[in-house]
């Protein structure tokens, strides 16, 4: 459901409307400021209302959004974009384009952003990734080519003006936040800590609903899951009282829910490994195991990406190992059936 509302003292969520991929909305927040305020995430290019029409720029949706709390594109003097999903930051060029604002960003996201760059050659590269691990014909094309149905909704690529490492901090509204690095989801993920209202955006590194998918992919992070699993113990320490995720309602307690998260990252990791050690398997044959029910393209790309992402967990503990079959195809067996060369 779209709408705005005030969810905390100066901080505004804007339920953004989305509706690739079965996710109906993204959450943006508004941090109201004296004459100029901040941007959290961004959303993609949409109407204000469905079948609307969402400007030259793409920009309908969020404008209605943004002078519904009494902000405007023109005020926005800081965007800051949690991770670099489209998602998240399909606007992020034209909301600098039409602001004059400042782009804050992580430095590790321009392993996203080179995607965008090349579309067509990031399809390639999950293709092959896929190929490998088991996946072929429509199911292979289908699963791989979801990120060509979010390219129309990004009208330009935004490029960050200030490049994060973490640890950063700003004022919005006479208030203080600092910038978290939460790396798994994305490895240039982040979250905004408010340490007086003990308030986290936390983009997709807290959903309260769903475990939010830790993907491998190709050139970016050996160990994705670990990364996860340390940034987890980061924001649990932090003791959040209200989290406001990019999907759904904000949500109290958040160190309970990272706690959650994190078990739920443990038993499927101690769960793959056990299935592993009992036979070996392929990633294909691993996710038709674990998900019994039949998954669109997008769902098994999440699918097969986290669970490489576990299997690689195992790898670099030497735990599990991969050996290639005849057939080109990779399969996961205990480490100690690693063979030479």
Not at 300 to 318: K, P
Request: proline fraction near 6%; hydrophobic fraction near 40%.
């Amino acid at each position: 459901m779209t709408g705005t509302a005030e969810v905390a003292i100066g901080v505004y969520r804007l339920a953004l409307p989305l509706g690739i991929h079965g996710v109906p909305t993204v959450s943006a927040y508004l941090l109201a400021g004296d004459g100029a305020d901040t941007l959290v995430d961004c959303g993609i290019a949409a109407a204000a209302v469905e079948g609307g029409d969402p400007g030259p720029d793409g920009t309908a949706a969020l404008s209605a959004a943004l002078a519904a709390c009494g902000s405007s594109l023109e005020r926005i003097e800081r965007i800051v974009v949690t991770h670099a999903h489209i998602d998240h930051f399909g606007l992020a060029g034209e909301v600098v384009r039409r602001s004059g604002g400042e782009l804050w960003m992580h430095a590790r996201t321009e392993l996203d952003l080179a995607k965008y760059d090349e579309p067509d050659e990031a399809v390639d590269r999950r293709t092959l990734m896929l190929a490998d691990h088991g996946l072929y014909g429509e199911e292979l094309t289908e699963t791989s080519e979801g990120l060509l149905d979010w390219m129309p909704v990004m009208p330009s690529i935004g490029r960050p003006s200030t490049r994060l490492a973490g640890g950063e901090r700003f004022t919005a509204g006479g208030q203080a936040w600092e910038v978290v690095h939460t790396p798994g989801h994305s490895p240039g993920h982040i979250c905004l800590w408010n340490a007086a209202q003990r308030l986290l955006c936390s983009g997709d590194h807290l959903l309260q609903i769903v475990s939010p998918p830790v993907t491998f992919e190709r050139g970016f992070e050996t160990d994705p899951m670990r990364s996860y699993l340390d940034s987890l113990d980061r924001v649990r320490a932090l003791e959040p009282g209200l989290v406001l995720p990019g999907h759904g309602n904000p949500f109290p307690d958040g160190a309970r829910r990272a706690e959650a998260i994190s078990q739920g990252k443990r038993r499927r990791l101690q769960q793959i490994r056990e299935l592993v050690e009992a036979r070996e398997h392929t990633v294909t044959e691993l996710t038709t195991e674990l998900f019994r029910s039949a998954l669109t393209g997008p769902q098994r790309h999440f699918a097969m990406a986290e669970i490489l992402a576990y299997l690689a967990f195992h790898e670099v503990r030497g735990v599990l190992s991969r050996a290639r079959r005849p057939d080109g195809v990779f399969v996961w067996r205990p480490a100690e059936h690693r063979e030479a060369g």
